[in-house]
């Protein structure tokens, strides 16, 4: 792939863009790439696969248009817990009145209704929480058994079929890949994406499982949305390739003033650990019928880029809104606004962590020194894996990552990550072509002129995955 010039992005932050019925054409999606979309999120909620296929089609086409690469992001459903059908249509539950959830496959009334998750009932104690319909509804078990739970009304409100459950106080014996899911995941990885998303992950050993069923063909990225999840944070971090903070599903499960806060960890623990973090949903919301953002969403966006994360994700904004295009240059400005305030590189810088104690975190570490000192026009990696590109993103230097592998996979990938413009390259067999190399690439993409300064990372010897340990300063 011949890497355009002209595509280069004059920001470190990235924008994720949800495709769907209003970005749905090739033309559509070149104009969300070219408003500033880097990657494109394809969610199996919705669609058919013959849809996503096309979808993704039209995406490798737009990439061999533009000359940059894409990445892609398909986002798996995940269990989808919901109560049965209702005799007389929708129920009125009231506060303080009892109603029962059962195993009995028979239509419901204003005093029960089936349930349809046995593992529901097997993990359920009395003084839980039973969310019904996002949270508008809340119930506390009473009294339970393995096929009944006998609640009462705490937050009352309509409650129609089909609705969904969430159950926040427990963790659920639930695999979090249906077998709906484990299609998916075939098909999108026989597509050929880069990441896969995962849902309603509650432990770390959920991980597992989409560990080995990938087997290595994408990365996979932990969508944060329940509480136990959040309590082993830190474990899940370490068993993901990335984390999305779906504040969405965590605003249903936990009360709303906790999720700014949960936010705030969560990009922390991906930036010390050198993994990359978006964060998702209703940022641009009232986009979505409206031109214009709200200044409370405005601020919510920079937010993210003032803590760091290295992607902030439009849903349905881009995927069904009326203004996708404009959108993505709204969320385009914002981060360009506030990288350019002299106040975000210190916020970055003081919530920088020291690394581990290995070569390539010592090789970063020192790259960051050498860049705060000197006028570097650009950072240059060589990566197979994208590990040398990644940890040069932790470390959030004042200069643009310029990341070369001869892997399209990899450049693809590097896509979601803080900081950097990868480029598909051959690769280099010594130190000499390495240098040649790095300084042909800065000039052809635009990041920097004769007499300019840059700093080449790279691991020996060549190709060896993730053995980052020369650090070289040369000329332009």
């Given at each position: ?5 002209a595509q ?10 949800t495709?769907?019925?209003s ?11 070219m408003?500033?979309?880097?990657v494109?999120?394809?969610?199996f ?40 059908t ?7 539950l009231?506060?303080?009145?009892a ?14 209704v ?11 104690e009395?003084?839980a929480?039973?969310?019904?319909d ?15 739970a ?10 129609s ?28 990885l ?7 998303a ?8 959920d ?15 932990t ?11 830190d474990?899940?971090?370490?068993k ?15 009360p ?10 969560a ?9 990359p ?6 940022m ?5 019928n ?12 920079a ?17 069904s ?6 959108a993505v240059?709204?969320?385009?400005r914002i ?13 970055l ?12 975190d010592?090789?970063?570490?020192a ?31 004042p200069a ?12 693809r ?12 390259t051959?690769?280099?067999?010594d ?10 690439c800065?000039r ?23 053995a980052?340990?020369l ?6």
């Amino acid at each position: 792939m011949t890497a355009s010039r002209a595509q280069r992005r004059h920001r470190y932050a990235k924008i994720v863009a949800t495709l769907g019925p209003s970005s749905s054409t090739k033309e559509s999606i070149r104009a969300l790439f070219m408003a500033g979309v880097d990657v494109f999120r394809l969610n199996f909620s919705h669609g058919t696969h013959d849809q996503h296929r096309e979808r993704l089609a039209q995406i490798r086409d737009v990439e061999k248009e533009v000359g940059r690469p894409i990445g892609v992001l398909a986002d798996m459903q995940g269990p989808k817990l919901r109560v049965g059908t209702f005799s007389q249509g929708p129920v009125m539950l009231k506060p303080g009145s009892a109603f029962r959830f059962d195993l009995v496959d028979k239509a419901g009334d204003a005093t029960r209704v089936c349930l349809p998750h046995p593992e529901i009932f097997a993990a359920l104690e009395p003084d839980a929480s039973l969310l019904l319909d996002d949270g508008k509804i809340r119930l506390r078990v009473t009294r339970c058994g393995s096929d009944f739970a006998e609640t009462e009304v705490i937050v009352g409100g309509p409650l129609s079929e089909r609705k969904g459950v969430n159950v926040p106080d427990v963790v659920l014996p639930l695999s979090a890949l249906t077998a709906k899911d484990r299609r998916d995941l075939a098909f999108a990885l026989d597509l050929g994406v880069e990441w896969i998303a995962l849902s309603f992950v509650q432990r770390p050993d959920d991980l597992d499982e989409a560990r080995k069923l990938v087997g290595g063909r994408a990365g996979i990225l932990t969508k944060l949305e329940k509480p136990s999840a959040v309590e082993a944070l830190d474990d899940i971090v370490a068993k993901s390739d990335a984390v999305m903070v779906a504040r969405g599903d965590l605003g249903v499960e936990l009360p709303a003033e906790k999720v700014p806060g949960i936010q705030r960890r969560a990009v922390r623990a991906c930036r010390r650990a050198g993994k990359p973090v978006i964060v998702a949903t209703q940022m641009l919301e009232s986009m979505i019928n409206a031109p214009v953002p709200t200044r409370a969403e405005a601020s919510d966006v920079a937010t993210a880029i003032y803590h760091g994360a290295d992607a902030v994700m439009l849903s349905a904004e881009s995927a069904s809104g009326k203004y996708p295009v404009e959108a993505v240059r709204i969320m385009d400005r914002i981060i360009a606004e506030v990288e350019a305030d002299p106040y975000h590189r210190q916020v970055l810088e003081s919530l920088q962590t020291a690394g581990q104690p290995n070569y390539a975190d010592a090789i970063c570490a020192a790259m960051g020194a050498i860049v705060a000192m000197l006028p570097v026009a650009a950072i240059v990696t060589y990566t197979t894996s994208g590990s040398t590109s990644l940890r040069a993103a932790r470390e959030r230097p004042p200069a643009p990552i310029l990341s070369m592998t001869p892997s399209l996979a990899t450049a693809r990938r590097l896509a979601l990550v803080w900081g950097v413009h990868s480029v598909q390259t051959s690769d280099v067999a010594d130190v000499a072509e390495m240098v040649d190399g790095a300084l042909a690439c800065a000039r052809d993409q635009g990041f920097g002129t004769a007499g300019d300064t840059i700093v080449i990372s790279a691991g020996m010897p060549f190709g060896t995955p993730g053995a980052t340990n020369l650090l070289r300063i040369a000329k332009v």
